[in-house]
């Protein structure tokens, strides 16, 4: 035995609304003897009847007055299943995962997420914080949607488009020899005990290059940037760290920050795999990500 559709509930909801069926027609687009039709339909269907129709009046009987809350129930539990359904396809909502820098966060990525938030509140958010090289292997087995990384010109296989200009810079104990240094190099630094950054950091294969390091030599290595900085503080060592990590300690009187001479360039790029498969609500984040923050191009 067939059921009652919503096209039956509607019917029936739009004419005790109505109060006539040649009302509830001309609301629903259709005409008075298809509506007729479709009441009908619904009354064998339960074998009752559910209106009292006269000339120009309809209203629900007792059977009627029974099954019009749950009608009415019904038609907007349908109403907010099919909305959902087509916010999950337009990316309104759904689940976006983020692997990130954690320099980048509070400059880049929390500014971008509040304005997000904001206008899609229906879409989850995780937000996984990491080194480099994690945040880089998240994207690439699909663990995360969306990197925010440093931009690496030798990782062609991921998709890459650089949304800030960050720099290295010199963390000095606030005693050093170098701390009044304004023209500082990074030759300077070549012959200090060094505080590395730990494996997996781009920060730290960058002073490797660049300085020359191997590993273990004249190094302390520390995963955290706070921890980084009281180890400089209690004067373990120089550093370097890039601008961004930098910035909520700027006023530690511990320490002194210098730019670093020939500047060294660290561009923050938001990471893809163009393998993956993007969902809705992740091609949205990018697209609004870049809106608020691109100042580069995609390599």
């Known amino acids: 035995m067939r059921d009652l559709s919503t096209k039956h509930l509607r019917a029936f909801v739009t004419v005790c ?5 040649t009302s509830a027609a001309a609301v629903l687009g259709v005409t008075q003897p298809a509506l007729s039709t479709t009441i009908q339909q619904a009354e064998e269907l339960v074998e009752l009847r559910l209106l009292d129709r006269s000339a120009r009046r309809a209203r629900p009987t007792a059977a009627g007055l029974l099954l019009l809350p749950e009608a009415r129930r019904i038609l907007g539990e349908v109403k907010s299943a099919t909305t959902r359904l087509r916010d999950l396809a337009a990316g309104r909502m759904g689940h976006i995962s983020i692997a990130t820098l954690p320099s980048a966060v509070d400059h880049i990525l929390a500014p971008t997420l509040a304005a997000f938030k904001s206008t899609y509140p229906d879409i ?4 996984r914080d990491a080194l480099n090289a994690e945040v880089v292997a998240l994207v690439r087995t699909g663990q995360a949607d969306i990197g925010i990384g440093a931009h690496d010109e030798t990782m062609s296989d991921i998709e890459q488009v650089t949304v800030y200009e960050d720099r290295f810079i010199a963390v000095i ?12 190099t990074w030759d300077c630094l070549r012959n200090e005990a060094f505080i590395g950054g730990a494996a997996g950091s781009n920060t730290r294969a960058m002073v490797q290059k660049t300085l020359r390091i191997e590993e273990g030599e004249s190094m ?19 550093s370097v760290l890039s601008e961004l ?6 006023n530690d009187p511990r320490i002194v920050l210098r730019e670093l001479h020939p500047i060294a360039p660290r561009p923050i790029a938001i990471i893809r795999d163009p393998k993956s498969a993007e969902t809705a609500a992740a091609a949205l984040f990018m697209s609004f990500f870049q809106r608020a923050n691109i100042s580069g191009s995609a390599s």
């Open 17 to 21: 609304d109505c109060g006539s069926i």
């Open 124 to 127: 989850r958010i995780s937000v």
């Open 173 to 184: 104990p606030v005693n050093h020899p170098l701390a009044d240094d304004k023209d500082l």
């Open 220 to 238: 302390i290595e520390c995963s955290f940037v706070p921890t980084t900085i009281g180890m400089v503080g209690h004067g373990l060592g120089v």
């Open 245 to 250: 990590a930098c910035r909520p300690f700027r």
